[in-house]
C-alpha cells in the first residue's frame, strides 16, 4: 500500500468515527450547495471527500481504492498520484455542484469521485489489467468495467434516479484517465482503442451536458426514479426529513405555544434539535 492510500484510509476511518458520533460534525464538512455557493466555504470541495455516511461506504470506496492504487501508485510516484486523487476529487464536486446547482439542499459525502479518478487512471496505464467477480472465478479486461461503468453513470444522470452521486463518480473518473495520459501520451498508442471507448462518450456527454443542462429533465418525464440509495444520500434524504420533522414542531410551538406538545412531541424535539 503506497503512502498516499495509507494516509488517505487512515484519516477517512478517523473523520467518518467522528461523523457518525457527531452529525454535526459530519454536516460542517459534508458537500453541501447552499455553503459552497453562497457561504463561500470551498473546503467542502476536499473535506467531504473524507466524510462518510457510514462503515459500509468506506469500506467499499476504500478496498476500491486500495485494489486500484496496488503498484500503481508506486509505478507513477507519490506527487502524480496524489494529483490524480485530488484533483479526481475537485473535478467530482465541481461537477455535482454544477449539476445540482438549482436544488438548494443537495449535500453529499464520500471519496467516489477521487476513487473513480484512481480507478481509471490505472485501467489506461495498465493495459492488461483484469478484473474477476468475488465469488466467481471469472476475468474480464478492466476497461470493459469502465466502459459499463460510464455508461451506468450516464444514464443514472440523464434519469436523476435514486439520488446517486453519478455526476461526482462520472467527472472524477474522467479527471483521473485525462491526468495520466498527459503525463503519459504513450499509452494513446499502446491501449487507444479501450481510452477511447471510456473517454469519447464520456466527454461528449459532459460538453452536451455543459451546453444544454436543461435536457436532464427530459429521463424525470420517461421513468420513474428507483426506490435505491447510496449510502452517503441515503444520508442527505434522512437529514432532510429531520428538518421537516423539526420544522412542524416548530411551526405548532409558534402557533399554540410549547406546552401544547404532548410528551412524545417534545421527547423528538429534544431528539432532533440534538442531531441537526
Known amino acids: 500500500m503506497g503512502l498516499v492510500t495509507f494516509v488517505v484510509l487512515l484519516v477517512c476511518v478517523y473523520?467518518?468515527?467522528?461523523?457518525?458520533?457527531?452529525?454535526?460534525?459530519?454536516?460542517?464538512y459534508s458537500l453541501d450547495n447552499h455553503a459552497v455557493l453562497v457561504s463561500k466555504e470551498y473546503r467542502r470541495l476536499l473535506t467531504s471527500g473524507f466524510v462518510h455516511a457510514d462503515w459500509r461506504h468506506l469500506g467499499a470506496?476504500?478496498?476500491?481504492?486500495?485494489?486500484?492504487?496496488?503498484?500503481?501508485?508506486?509505478?507513477?510516484?507519490?506527487?502524480?498520484?496524489?494529483?490524480?486523487?485530488?484533483?479526481?476529487?475537485?473535478?467530482?464536486n465541481l461537477f455535482a455542484l454544477f449539476i445540482?446547482?438549482?436544488?438548494?439542499h443537495y449535500q453529499a459525502v464520500g471519496a467516489s469521485g477521487a476513487v473513480s479518478g484512481v480507478m481509471f487512471a490505472a485501467i489506461a496505464f495498465f493495459p492488461s489489467l483484469t478484473l474477476r467477480f468475488v465469488v466467481l472465478p471469472i476475468f474480464f479486461p478492466g476497461w470493459i468495467y469502465g466502459l459499463a461503468y460510464i455508461l451506468y453513470s450516464i444514464a443514472g444522470i440523464r434519469r436523476g434516479s435514486g439520488n446517486i452521486g453519478h455526476e461526482a463518480h462520472l467527472a472524477g473518473g474522467i479527471f483521473g484517465m485525462?491526468?495520466?495520459?498527459?503525463?503519459?501520451?504513450?499509452?494513446?498508442?499502446?491501449?487507444?482503442?479501450?481510452?477511447?471507448?471510456i473517454l469519447v462518450p464520456s466527454l461528449v456527454f459532459l460538453v452536451y451536458t455543459v451546453a444544454r443542462p436543461d435536457s436532464l429533465l427530459i429521463g424525470k418525464f420517461i421513468s420513474k426514479p428507483k426506490k435505491y440509495e447510496s449510502q452517503d444520500d441515503r444520508y442527505n434524504s434522512e437529514k432532510v426529513e429531520r428538518e421537516q420533522e423539526l420544522n412542524k414542531l416548530l411551526d405548532k410551538i409558534n402557533d399554540k405555544g410549547i406546552e401544547r406538545l404532548s410528551e412524545k412531541e417534545k421527547e423528538q424535539l429534544e431528539e432532533l434539535s440534538e442531531t441537526l
Open 15 to 28: 473523520i467518518t468515527y467522528r461523523g457518525r458520533k457527531d452529525k454535526e460534525f459530519l454536516s460542517r
Open 178 to 197: 485525462a491526468t495520466i495520459l498527459a503525463f503519459y501520451p504513450n499509452l494513446l498508442f499502446e491501449n487507444p482503442l479501450p481510452i477511447a471507448a
Open 61 to 92: 470506496n476504500m478496498l476500491t481504492l486500495y485494489l486500484f492504487s496496488y503498484r500503481f501508485e508506486e509505478t507513477i510516484g507519490l506527487g502524480l498520484f496524489a494529483g490524480i486523487f485530488f484533483g479526481s476529487l475537485l473535478a467530482g
Open 100 to 104: 445540482n446547482r438549482h436544488r438548494s
